[in-house]
Nanobody
Framework: QVQLVESGGGLVQAGGSLRLSCAAS????????MGWLRQAPGKERDFVAA????????YYADSVKGRFTISRDNAKNTVLLQMNSLNPEDTAVYYC???????????????????WGQGTQVTVSS
């Protein structure tokens, strides 16, 4: 099993930046593919970004390409999401998630992920 704890959320003005961190427990972290997903009030949980188990491949939602960067440090059991040029549409609860995925299409599906953190709130003011 993997236990995940997110941090780094907060309130930021439009155009600003935040860096989210996800700390994972467990000796098998490096075998898991990791994702960040977000959920705005009244909306479904949407894919944001993902990274494969060794950091060799990354995937992004079209809405965040060029603004967000996902990375991981397997030695520290950590996944990061650097978010730049934030806008009010990025306001949501951001979740870190883990799974062992076997297809590229699986990365973008919330239902593909087996383990979830508790979420961290990101609010972008206009």
């Amino acid at each position: 099993q993997v236990q995940l704890v997110e941090s780094g959320g907060g309130l930021v003005q439009a155009g600003g930046s935040l860096r989210l961190s996800c700390a994972a427990s467990g000796r098998t972290f490096s075998s898991y593919d990791m994702g960040w997903l977000r959920q705005a009030p009244g909306k479904e949980r949407d894919f944001v970004a993902a990274i494969n188990y060794n950091g060799g491949s990354t995937y992004y939602a079209d809405s965040v390409k060029g603004r967000f960067t996902i990375s991981r440090d397997n030695a520290k059991n950590t996944v990061l999401l650097q978010m730049n040029s934030l806008n009010p549409e990025d306001t949501a609860v951001y979740y870190c998630a883990a799974a062992r995925l076997y297809s590229v299409s699986a990365y973008a599906r919330a239902g593909s992920y087996a383990y979830w953190g508790q979420g961290t709130q990101v609010t972008v003011s206009s």
